[in-house]
């Protein structure tokens, strides 16, 4: 079986949130199957800024491929953009301008998915916030499973998670609290 990881940023270094458990799934499906993780070249998920170069390596056994980030994130206006969001009433582009501010936005793992899709069997998202998941769902969501490690936060009233976790053909939790959350919530 091919498998594609997508997350925002990967690396032995991240030891904690959905890049974490990304790469331990990963790694556990490296010994029997054929694992590819497409990410960003960013390690700072508070920036997004580049952290290294585009191009493939091995991250313990695993396959990685990185792709630029095409901006970085600007925390402040995203803080007001969130505030507004769950203040006022807003249309669907809005929630997509604040996923872009969340970011990272990466054209090239998303023009990848576009041109690759097909020789994967299985195309996992992580995170359900990021630019990466949002847009990479829209490529393939028949052949998709999304791992959104859900928190409880005020930005999970937005409408467009509903539609985003209705998408992919299965949906995986880490916990049994986010079962929770997905129920009561979303």
Known sequence: MRVAF????YGA??????EHACRLFAEHLADRHDVEV?????????????????????VRGVLVRRF????PSD???????????LQEPHAR????????RIGPQSPGLIEHLRRQHKTYDSIVFFSLFHWTTV??????????ALVPY???????????WRDLLTAPRAIGLVSPTERVVLRKYL
């Open 75 to 85: 925390r402040e206006p995203l803080s007001a953009h969130t505030a507004r969001l």
């Open 135 to 144: 847009h990479g769902l829209e490529v393939a969501p028949e052949r998709s």
């Open 150 to 160: 859900l928190q409880l936060q005020p930005a999970l009233r937005l409408g467009l």
């Open 93 to 100: 582009s809005q929630e997509l301008a604040w996923v872009d």
């Open 6 to 9: 997508v997350t925002p940023r």
């Open 38 to 58: 497409l990410t960003t070249t960013s390690l700072d998920g508070a920036t997004w800024r580049a952290d290294g170069h585009e191009g493939s390596d091995r």
């Open 68 to 71: 630029a980030v095409s901006a």
């Open 13 to 18: 270094g991240i030891s904690s949130g959905a």
